[in-house]
Structure formats: C-alpha cells, structure tokens
C-alpha cells in the first residue's frame, strides 16, 4: 500500500494548489521567509515555490517537523489563512490532526476508521465523518478538489 507515499504528494500538490489560490498575497509572506523555505527545495529553478509546497507536506504530514523547519513562516502562514479563509483553515488542521491520529492508531483503529458515521454535515467533525466514508486518500483528493474548484 502505498497511502504515506501518496499523501505526501497530496500534501506537496495542496501547497502548489494554495499558490495559485492566493497568487501575491501568500508569494510576499513566502518572499518574506524565504530564508526558511528555500532549504527546503529539492534543486531546480523555483525553489521558493518548491521550498513552500515541502514545508506545507510537512504541515500536513509532520507538524513537529514543519514548526521546526521554518517557525516563522508557519506563524504568519496561519495568520493569513486565518485571515483569508478560516474556515479552509481549520479544514487544513483537522486534516492534519486526522492524519496523526490515523498513523498512531493501531490496526483495528486504521480499518474502524473506514466504517461510515452519521455526524451532521457542516460541524468541525466532517473531515472526521468524510474521512470515514471515504478514506484518508479520497478525502486528500476531495480536498484537493476543493482548493483547485475555489480558484
């Protein structure tokens, strides 16, 4: 199963999916901590951009790394998300929390997760509730979804 791997790319394509959403507002908060981001970047010509979509793998994927690798940025990236869009926010963090809960639960915890809840649409628990229905890789896709479709 290859889920970790995928999710890491849902998470790197999500960050790219962010950019175009919020173009310049989110490149001058980049520009201001490039410092932090570009060291991120694997080679190549746009590592600021390269260097903010694996700091946001991370965000997703690893908060303790992404808080480590570049604390500032994380800062003022939730101050301006929260600002711009709180709502994609929060669903950005319960994603992540999900996300950690899945990985540290045991077995039978990974395959309760897929049995199907009758939480109410619209509260803090429909990532919760989605990613029970659907799975953790549907629901990245479906969130992903949601990111380009806002653009």
Do not use: C
Not at 102 to 130: D, L, Q, Y
Request: aromatic content about 10%; hydrophobic content about 40%; charged content about 25%.
């Amino acid at each position: 199963m290859q889920v970790p791997n995928e999710i890491d790319t849902l998470a790197h394509e999500g960050g790219h999916a962010l950019e175009n959403r919020f173009k310049g507002d989110l490149d001058a908060i980049k520009q201001q901590f490039a410092a932090e981001l570009t060291p991120l970047a694997s080679p190549g010509p746009d590592s600021l951009s390269e260097g903010f979509a694996e700091w946001f793998r991370r965000y997703v994927t690893n908060p303790a790394a992404s808080v480590r690798t570049a604390p500032g940025f994380e800062a003022a990236f939730e101050e301006f998300l929260d600002a711009q869009d709180s709502e994609m926010l929060s669903s950005i963090q319960d994603i992540r929390t999900g996300y950690q809960e899945w990985i540290a639960a045991p077995s039978g915890g990974a395959v309760a997760s897929s049995i199907a809840t009758t939480v109410p649409p619209g509260s803090t628990k429909e990532f919760v509730r989605e990613f029970k229905e659907a799975g953790l890789r549907n629901t990245f896709h479906n969130w992903i979804d949601r990111i380009y479709t806002a653009v």
